[in-house]
């Protein structure tokens, strides 16, 4: 959801001078003279804001009315009014911030190894001229799994007796790796994972980014003799480096809600050591069914997120105004 | 550009767009408020407690499909099979389907449901541990009636009987009469130990201390087979239930139920003494990366001749008998020659965990769905067709079903489950029980994975556990 904001708050600044001229002009010859530009254009956008206000308005609004009560969807006695007493409970929750640091560690570790490595593998690729359509396609295809589907396999694959992974391990000499039942693997597993589905992302985006350089610039640079690291360092990364921090930005927030490959791969374990924010606000949720405390706890997931965001996007346009 | 954006703004239907908006939010606040009140049957009297009639209403002669909802494991295909066989002689009209969840989801899949007061199930197979928040957030109805005009409750054990259905929760052992019920047994259970006879001898082990002695030797002789296999996931119920047995075999208890305490009881010096036991003398009998297994990781490891002794719950032991799914024999007395079924050896008490589940009836579920479910509870607890059950591999709850030939001679661990019936004892039952579960889960799983301290962990469960009833399930 919050990439959704985001990418609306991205979207509506382009269209006003299309409106603006559509609104002011006379209905088309044969068309009812009741049904204006105007009204057409409400008739037609009507059905979207319908579905985005009972789907996403109305539900984030209701959590945050919840979120200031003792509510729980399963107890039968009416909400009171407690105040910011759940988001007090929230912040100042041991257990919460246990959880932010894992997240935290998880979303640096799995956005940075992508974002290497998915920048590396579309500079590859952008240098060949034969076979580079479906090179691309190739590695595009575990972005199109579904995560629960991912976590399954891979909990196959990393399983310590039984998984493929330590069975290679094995014939080259190394013994058991118990990846998803010790504190520290158990987290480079679930980062391994993650990178494993969305390298692509970051790939085809910074691909988009390295077909879009000018040749005349590296041109230019041949003619000047510039070594191949000066038109790296000089050309392809400053040209391409708003277009990564914007996928990087993607992928963060992403990382920052990971529920499915958690729940699918470790179930937050060992302990609790692989919990994430996501997976205990369903714990708070689900299993506790204390409504009015996990939606304190979502709501200041989202305002983490929307804050940070904020930041970043100033970051990128004092880049993109430098 | 700014001028463009302020006329872009102007063009839109401001007051009509902010009328529609209001009045959109508003009817969706109202459908999210009223919502549900209008369900099935007994929705609007379930927030009170709804009460099942004493005499079965009229039923319907129309095609009808009776809903189950339970967990994905043989039984459940089992349970469908047979009333689909079975019921149909009697009420012909009647389609049963027993809809599966993942375990994991067992408890999610019927509770978000009772929470929006609308179930797609009609009978919902709840752990005995469910009870109290189903019962207390009045999501079942009340069967007291109904069982004391249909049921023949002396053809039980009367703990059994109490465990798959009385709220309060009954005393180990013991059923109140005085108590409500709300709910009849579907499937009873416990744990097995599963022994390889031509490792370890014909002979099981008689204490827990023998056990693990026998574990060890049979390791040591026997490399790349482990000493032992049992459930250490922290997912559903796995670790919990593992810590539990060991603590009752060391004469621990899990709380003090009268004054609702934990704090002190469960971590006190059996209580280590089992956790000791669990981690420091057990885990390391396991197969390396066993830190995540539940039911099915243990049946492979003892299909596939990995594990000296192993502990699993009877229910889903059918599979370890099949050759079809074992390396240990082409036929099934080949497997039965290396595979022994026995009781919990006993060390400082005599208990074994209760499992299995019973059956209850949704609250929201439409009225003649519910009389169509209140008919096939007092059909399927009936003495013929409770041995009818067993013979197609069930496990019954009535008396003269559980001492039948038919029984008995259906699986060679049956005979384990008799015997171990007035062993049994349950966890808690209180509306609490997820979140208890799930704090006893995390730190057993994290002791038992090296990432707790085990007296820490026992030391964390007693305080968490105890908040939460301290709290009423509040909080984080």
Redesign the interface.
């Given at each position: 959801m919050v990439a959704g904001c985001e990418l609306t708050a991205m979207t509506t600044?382009t269209?006003?001078?299309v409106?603006?001229a559509s609104?002011a002009s006379p209905p088309a010859p044969g068309r009812s003279p009741r049904l204006t530009d105007?009204r057409l254009a409400?008739l037609f956008i009507?059905p979207a804001?319908?579905l985005l206000?009972?789907m996403s308005?109305?539900p984030l609004?209701?959590a945050l009315y919840l979120s200031f009560t003792?509510y729980?969807?399963?107890?039968?006695v009416p909400a009171d009014f407690v105040g910011f007493q759940n988001y007090a409970?929230?912040l100042t929750?041991p257990?919460?911030w246990q959880r932010a640091l894992t997240t935290l560690v998880y979303v640096t570790g799995a956005v940075a190894l992508q974002t290497v490595l998915g920048f590396g593998i579309a500079y590859l690729i952008s240098r060949r001229t034969r076979g580079r359509g479906v090179l691309t396609t190739l590695f595009l295809v575990p972005m199109m799994l579904s995560p629960v589907v991912v976590g399954l396999f891979w909990k196959f694959m990393l399983?310590?007796?039984?998984g493929v992974i330590?069975s290679m391990l094995g014939s080259l000499g190394f013994g058991?790796v118990?990846?998803?039942?010790?504190?520290r693997t158990a987290l480079i597993s679930l980062i391994v994972v993650d990178t494993w589905q969305w390298t692509p992302f970051i790939m085809l985006i910074a691909l988009a980014g390295l077909t879009a350089v000018p040749k005349y610039l590296y041109e230019a640079a041949s003619i000047d003799r510039a070594s191949e690291w000066f038109r790296f360092r000089h050309i392809t990364l400053p040209m391409v480096w708003p277009l990564l921090l914007i996928a990087v930005m993607f992928r963060a927030i992403e990382a920052f809600r990971l529920f499915d490959l958690v729940?699918i791969l470790?179930?937050?374990?060992?302990?609790?050591?692989t919990e994430t924010l996501s997976f205990h606000v369903y714990?708070?949720a689900?299993?506790?069914?204390?409504t009015g405390?996990a939606s304190a706890y979502g709501i200041l997931m989202v305002l983490v997120v929307i804050v940070l965001a904020q930041f970043y996007l100033r970051y990128l346009n004092k880049l993109k105004e430098g | 550009m700014r001028y463009?954006?302020r006329?872009?703004?102007r063009?839109l239907?401001g007051r009509?767009?902010r009328l529609?908006?209001a009045a959109?939010?508003a009817a969706?606040?109202l459908a999210?408020c009223g919502g549900g009140d209008d369900g099935g049957g007994g929705g609007a009297e379930a927030?009170s407690g709804a009460k099942a009639p004493a005499t079965i209403p009229d039923l319907t002669d129309d095609p009808l499909t009776l809903s189950f909802i339970w967990f994905e494991w043989p039984p459940a295909q089992a349970l469908e099979d047979f009333a689909n066989a079975e019921y149909t002689k009697e009420r012909p009209n009647v389609t049963i389907e027993v809809n599966t969840v993942p375990n994991?989801n067992w408890?999610?899949a019927m509770?978000?449901q009772?929470?929006a007061k609308q179930t797609d199930f009609d009978i919902p197979i709840l752990d005995s541990q469910h009870i109290g928040?189903a019962v207390?957030?009045?999501?079942i109805l009340d069967l007291t009636d109904f069982v004391d005009e249909n049921i023949d409750v002396d053809a039980y054990d009367p703990y059994l009987l109490a465990a798959y259905g009385q709220y309060p929760q009954a005393e180990t052992g013991q059923r109140d009469e005085d108590a409500s019920l709300y709910g009849l047994p579907l499937l009873g259970d416990t744990w097995t130990m599963i022994y390889r006879k031509d490792l370890i001898g014909d002979e099981p082990p008689k204490t827990w201390d023998e056990m693990i002695d026998a574990a060890q030797k049979c390791q040591d002789e026997n490399p790349g087979v482990s000493g032992l296999a049992f459930h250490q996931?922290?997912?559903s119920d796995a670790a919990a239930v593992t810590y539990n047995t060991v603590n009752g075999i060391y004469g621990g208890n899990l709380w003090n139920a009268e004054d609702k305490t934990i704090e002190g009881v469960i971590n006190d010096e059996a209580g280590q003494k089992a956790m000791d036991v669990l981690v420091n003398e057990m885990k390391p009998l396991t197969?390396?990366?066993?830190?995540?297994w539940f039911i099915d990781e243990v049946n492979?490891?003892v299909a596939q001749g990995?594990a000296c002794i192993a502990f699993q719950w009877i229910a889903a032991a059918g599979g370890l008998v099949d050759p079809a799914q074992s390396t240990l024999g082409t036929t099934e007395d080949e497997i039965l020659d290396k595979l022994g079924f026995a009781t919990l050896p006993t060390q400082d008490a005599d208990v074994v965990p209760l499992g299995g589940m019973g059956m209850h009836i949704s609250a929201y579920a439409p009225a003649d769905r519910q009389a169509e479910a209140l008919n096939f509870m007092k059909w399927f607890e009936q003495e013929d067709i409770q041995k009818k059950w067993a013979a197609a591999g069930g496990v019954p709850a009535r008396t003269d079903a559980l001492e039948s030939p038919e029984f008995l001679e259906a699986g060679p661990f049956n005979q384990v489950y008799a015997d171990s019936v007035s062993r049994m004892r349950d966890m808690w039952n209180v509306?609490?029980y997820?979140?208890l579960i799930?704090i006893e889960n995390?730190?057993v799983?994290?002791?038992?994975?090296?990432?707790?301290d085990p007296e820490q962990?026992l030391d964390d469960i007693a305080e968490q556990q105890q908040q939460?009833l301290d709290s009423d399930?509040?909080?984080?």
């Open positions: 600044t269209d006003h001078p409106q603006e609104a105007r409400v009507s804001m319908l206000l009972t308005v109305f609004l209701w003792d729980s969807a399963t107890r039968d409970d929230v929750s257990q919460v399983d310590a007796q039984f330590n058991q118990e990846w998803l039942t010790r504190q729940y470790t179930s937050g374990g060992p302990g609790v050591s714990k708070v689900f299993l506790g069914f204390n405390l | 463009l954006q006329a872009g703004r063009s239907p009509q767009a529609a908006t959109i939010l969706t606040a999210a927030a994991a408890h999610d509770f978000t009772f929470a928040e207390t957030n009045g999501n996931a922290n997912g197969a390396k990366g066993s830190g995540n492979a490891a990995k509306p609490e997820a979140q799930d995390t730190n799983n994290a002791a038992l994975n090296g990432a707790k962990a939460v399930g509040g909080g984080l």
